[in-house]
């Protein structure tokens, strides 16, 4: 389970004060992956952060029951000067899980060949979504934080291994999915909610939270 109580958070912009969460309170349990439509600058990456605990907030509490991945896309762990298999092998050490299966994991997802044996800091911003997305995957965690879907790529084999996988896993993990595009939540969630004016609107389908959403937008 990953609960926000009475949550608060904003910043401060140099003009003014940006709202991203006020007061809000919603949970998300096991087996009922959420979707969250948010326009563009309205605060979705923060609140993913906010998910994952990398962000902390102003005020109110965030409860998490169960083991809840850092946001895809996130390289913060990774260290750019070893390659992604050292990367694989010492992040799966930090989560007490084995370093071969990681490694081999990773290098069968990845797909990126002698590249995979090269320093981090040497990728394209591809590879490097590309390694984060299996690196994610191969923590096996209960909750899965995605920032607007599954990483862009021109690897037709990676798309294809990678929305296998994450095809299996919808069926026995939780997602939360952040993006501005409804038909991005569409393959990942049927439960929806609408960030927007730093409040979280909840509803039963996506169906239901496109009709607000392509109100607050396009009306």
């Known amino acids: 389970m ?11 912009t140099g003009s003014h004060r940006k709202v991203i969460l006020d007061r809000v309170s919603f949970r998300v349990d096991l087996g009922e992956s959420l979707g969250i439509l948010a326009p563009n600058g309205t605060g979705k990456t923060t609140v993913i952060k906010m998910m994952a605990g990398l962000e902390k907030p102003d005020e109110g509490t965030i409860r998490r029951t169960a083991r809840v991945s850092f946001p895809l896309g996130f390289m913060g762990g990774v260290i750019a000067k070893i390659s992604a298999g050292e990367n694989a092998r010492y992040i799966a050490k930090l989560y007490g899980l084995d370093p071969d299966y990681v490694e081999a994991f990773c290098r069968w997802l990845c797909n990126l060949g002698e590249y995979f044996d090269q320093p981090l800091g040497t990728y394209s911003s591809g590879m490097k979504a590309r390694f984060s997305f299996a690196l994610m995957l191969a923590l096996d965690f209960d909750i899965y934080l995605i920032d607007e879907g599954m990483p862009s790529s021109t690897d037709v084999e990676f798309n294809r291994r990678a929305g296998e996988v994450l095809a299996e896993r919808l069926r026995t993990t939780t997602i939360v999915i952040v993006s501005h595009q409804p038909q991005v939540l569409e393959k990942f969630a049927r439960r929806a909610a609408v960030l927007m004016d730093g409040q979280m609107h909840m509803f039963e389908s996506l169906e239901e939270a496109k009709r607000l959403y392509d109100y607050e937008t396009q009306g």
């Open 2 to 12: 990953l609960e926000f109580d009475q949550v608060s958070k904003s910043f401060w």
